[in-house]
């Protein structure tokens, strides 16, 4: 069987043996099912992390059993939805959208809306805009449900505890939950002001219109490198492992990203029509439609290159070391070459 027909992110490909289970839990992941066109998958370490909340739940520094398995239900829900927000963002803007992974650090969309700034920045916030919409709608109800007493919505919840807060009628009970868990995302999601969260991402991008994206996103992955460490930080500091794991993901994906900066160079991401467009309105608008559509082939041809350059390193790691070696991303990365491989088979034959 050729690397072109196999799949790549199933437990299958664990190596087998004794540490089998060990490498599913790092690299593999549970299927939910396909919605919208888009696959919903969740990694195997979630599970174990659910398993834990709710095994230590009733312990004094738990939240209850109740309390854990609500929270928990509406943020798994809460953070697919904000995932979603940024598929059918790309997909509004002429993109794609066909794969959501639910890990313990939130939720991952593998979105690829046109290389242009402004779609780039509608898919990145279409995320906090469904947080956004359901923390208006829920405040209403709990201000409505109290009798008009805007006290009802928990502004400031960890000022007098957490639970401290929680109504005693069961619908805004769970009405005071499903805020409470977008609220955090919705702030969590503006406050983290650099890269790759969707705050630094929203940065990145509107810097992309004035200086173009080599520059803007070398800016962003440097500022993110240093807010990761920062987070790192601050997290030992206060013994919050969820903040450290936060920031070694924030200061790897940096990195990911500053090698393909490296590799491809300022050439590899010309895209002066939209840092400045307007430079050729006084020319002929054919004349710049053809600029555009000579940039944006070459574009296509750069990233199909550090692709294809990218499988092949994959492919040599392969033969080297085994299928075990591979991580999850790497993975990722066969499975949707794999795709896109039997798309172009599949519509040269029927050509014929």
Partial sequence: MS????DYNTSAYDGGGSLGWLRWLAFGSVPLGTLFGIRIRMHASLVL?????????????????????TSMSILFLSVLLHEFGHCFGARRMGGEAREILMWPLGGLAMTHPPHNWWAHLVTTACGPLVNLVICAATATALIVLSNYSASAVPWFPLRHGLTSYLPHDTLSYYIWWVFLVNYALLTFNLLMVFYPFDGGRLVQEVLWAFVGYYRSMRFATTVGMVGAVAVVAFGLVYWVLLLVLLGVFGFMACHRQRQVL?????????DADYAGSLRYDDAPRRRRINRRALRRA?????????????????????????????????????????ERQRELELSQRNKF
């Fill in 3 to 6: 690397w072109r027909e196999r």
């Fill in 49 to 69: 992390l659910i398993a834990l909340q709710l095994i230590f739940a009733e312990t004094p520094w738990g939240l209850g059993a109740k309390n854990a398995l």
């Fill in 262 to 270: 490296a590799e491809m160079g300022p050439e590899g991401f010309e």
């Fill in 298 to 338: 070459q574009r296509r041809e750069a990233r199909d290159r550090a692709e294809q350059a990218r499988i092949d390193a994959i492919l040599d790691k392969v033969s080297r070391h085994g299928m075990q070696s591979l991580n999850w991303f790497e993975r990722r990365a066969l499975r949707r070459a794999t």
